[in-house]
């Protein structure tokens, strides 16, 4: 009751000066979005359009969604936005708007939309990114299981005309009768890989391979050396994805070398415990969506490029363990349409758009990509990096299995030591040391590319070449993974106020940020804020080159750290305080109601950056927890945090 009184009489004293003062807040549209992307013709969809919008002065029922030009200028009023939970909003009062509509169109055709928002004193409209939707032409029934038909009876031909005629007469002849086939619309041969477009549309490739082909081929320590500024995967998962898999073929031995490797290795421990192998229809489309969710991807499959028979564009596919089905196509529908999917000995290949469109997000992972033509150029690559990943070893060519798990054994042997007396040496250390990158091998002894395979490595950044097995480090320290990636998140009395956004940042393209912030101080009103803490932390091993944790906190608020403030704590992995870096930091003084940030106390960005010696910790696992104390009475506050790092 007292804390009520005092902030009444403090009101009272400071009214003249707080009612003349306006809040410097961002103001604009943010982060716009919108799910799903496309759809195929004559079915009806629900598409939910979403923006962070700035709330300080703006006029709520501005926030709109336009049907919009290529140009993105609006052209239709698709609806006013709600952030009240409403309307498809998954949580109000978070300055997320939300819109559904519905598409239902019965051409192929692009459409594209625009968020909108004004605000009080401002005569400019504020508008977001345009938001593009596409309308593809969908797969006839039957198209996928025509192309299956198509592909097995080009790949058993060629294996027959092969005992009668040489390997460059039995190409051709492959290539030809794709071309003769009244189903197929266009194909084209690169190498030993023809590819197809048939007049339904399904896209497919044919490995015509040489069936001669060779198959056989060859903890928890410290590290006493850990080289400095190395990088680490962003987690202990492991992913073995490896459809077709048969554990009496010798030609798995890329799978079973990976499991063995991991399973043993004496800097890291892995998980789950023991690892596994991910075989046939487990090594799912499905499961490529969650390829972010492991730390070391292994992929043993089949790979190719499809090279458009028009276009002459060049992507590099890879197998998947699912089937063509007509239940998959139907779930498949607007993917195979989009031509995100195609069709391959009898399975679905899939290109790098569908990892561009529905893998999540990827924190340091590490890829083998143990298949034909993996890296043969930048797709691939490009789609994962995208998502996070940072680093890829892969194939330029059709490899022979025997060299492909020969080079995975050597690079392994230094990268996951068994043995404690060998320190584990980085990506980059590990390659160098591999002699023989290129394979001798050649489908039916010729070479289409070249002298054969290249072993290959990419790197998101040269920093990267660093990357080690080892546990440590923090992760998505910058949020750039645009969610919650790597961090533990929540809040008392049900606060669900903890965010990802785009409205205020340091660096890069996000920041967290704890507290409800969508209305002006207009007295005492319990509804507008929460009450009590709300928090986010990770824990992490502390790297022996390591001595500083820093990171970047900006306050926005209508109260003081008397009541309302910010904490940021070293801590031990059972929430005991090891080092108070911040206590109730926030706008100083008793003088609630008028807008207070650091922008305006500080005269200058309002980041202030923080940094506090963690050297005492090296080698350990510890803490850092921020959390945010709201006192319920009606005054928000919000506080950001960007680009935690160490160094």
Not at 433 to 439: A, C, E, F, L
Not at 501 to 514: E, H, M, P, W, Y
Request: glycine share 8%; charged share 20%.
């Amino acid at each position: 009751m007292q804390k009520s009184l005092d902030k009444i009489l403090i009101l009272f004293l400071s009214f003249i000066l707080f009612s003349s003062i306006s809040a410097q807040a961002d103001k604009g549209v943010f982060n716009a979005q919108i799910s799903p992307i496309d759809t195929i013709t004559d079915t009806l969809t629900v598409v939910t359009i979403t923006a962070e919008v700035g709330s300080e002065d703006l006029y709520i029922s501005s926030v709109r969604a336009y049907l919009a030009s290529n140009t993105g200028q609006p052209i239709s009023l698709l609806g006013q936005m709600y952030d009240d939970g409403t309307h498809g909003d998954a949580r109000p009062a978070d300055t997320i708007f939300t819109i559904q509509v519905e598409v239902d169109e019965p051409v192929a055709t692009d459409l594209n939309f625009v968020v909108t928002a004004a605000y009080q004193r401002d005569r400019n409209r504020y508008l977001s990114n345009i938001l593009d939707f596409r309308i593809h032409t969908a797969i006839p029934y039957g198209a996928t299981e025509e192309m299956v038909e198509i592909t097995k009876q080009l790949k058993d031909d060629f294996l027959d005309n092969l005992s009668v005629v040489n390997v460059e007469r039995a190409l051709a002849l492959a290539l030809q009768q794709a071309i003769n086939d009244p189903r197929v619309e266009n194909a084209v041969l690169e190498g030993i890989t023809l590819s197809l477009i048939s007049k339904n549309g399904v896209r497919g490739i044919v490995i015509l391979s040489d069936p001669s082909t060779p198959s056989d081929g060859p903890g928890n320590s410290v590290p006493t050396n850990l080289p400095q500024n190395f990088k680490s995967p962003g987690n202990d998962g492991v992913l073995i994805f490896a459809p077709g898999y048969n554990a009496a073929d010798r030609q798995n031995q890329i799978a079973d070398s990976a499991l063995l490797k991991f399973n043993s290795a004496e800097y890291m421990a892995f998980s789950p415990v023991p690892l596994t192998i991910t075989p046939d229809n487990n090594a799912s489309l499905e499961l490529v969506k969650d390829w972010g969710n492991y730390g070391a991807v292994v992929i043993h499959t089949h790979g190719g490029i499809f090279t458009h028979p028009v276009t002459n564009n060049r992507e590099v596919v890879l197998l998947s363990g699912t089937v063509v089905s007509e239940a998959n196509d139907n779930t498949y529908a607007t993917d195979l349409a989009a031509h995100r999917l195609g069709v391959s000995d009898g399975k679905y290949i899939f290109y790098p758009s569908f990892i561009d469109v529905y893998a999540n997000n990827m924190v340091n992972t590490f890829f083998y990509l143990g298949a034909c033509h993996s890296l043969d150029n930048d797709t691939l690559w490009d789609a994962l990096r995208a998502k996070g990943a940072k680093v890829a070893l892969g194939w330029s060519d059709t490899v022979a299995r025997s060299f492909n798990t020969e080079k995975f054994n050597e690079l392994a042997a230094s990268m996951l030591p068994t043995d404690a007396n060998n320190d584990p040496l980085t990506v980059s250390q590990s390659f160098d040391n591999i002699n023989d990158k290129v394979d001798g091998w050649c489908p039916f002894g010729i070479c289409f590319g070249g002298d054969g395979a290249e072993f290959t490595l990419k790197t998101a950044s040269a920093d990267w070449d660093n990357f080690l097995f080892y546990e440590s480090g923090l992760i998505n320290g910058d949020f750039e993974t645009g969610d919650w990636t790597g961090w533990i998140h929540g809040g008392q009395n049900g606060q669900t106020w903890q965010l990802v956004i785009s409205s205020r940042v340091n660096d890069g393209s996000f920041a967290g940020a704890l507290g409800r912030w969508d209305t002006a101080y207009h007295g005492s009103d319990p509804t507008a804020e929460p009450y009590g803490y709300e928090w986010f932390y990770q824990d992490f091993v502390v790297p022996q080159n390591v001595t500083y944790l820093k990171f970047y906190w900006w306050m926005e608020t209508y109260d003081t750290a008397v009541w309302d403030w910010f904490d940021a704590y070293i801590q031990d992995t059972n929430g005991n305080t090891l080092v108070t870096i911040l206590s109730q930091a926030g706008k100083p003084g008793t003088n609630y109601g008028p807008y207070w940030s650091t922008q305006i106390a500080d005269g200058g960005s309002g980041w202030r950056e923080v940094s506090v010696d963690i050297s005492a910790y090296r080698g350990q696992e510890i803490r850092i927890y921020f959390d945010q104390r709201l006192d319920g009475y009606g005054d928000q506050q919000r506080v950001y945090v960007d680009d935690v790092t160490l160094e």
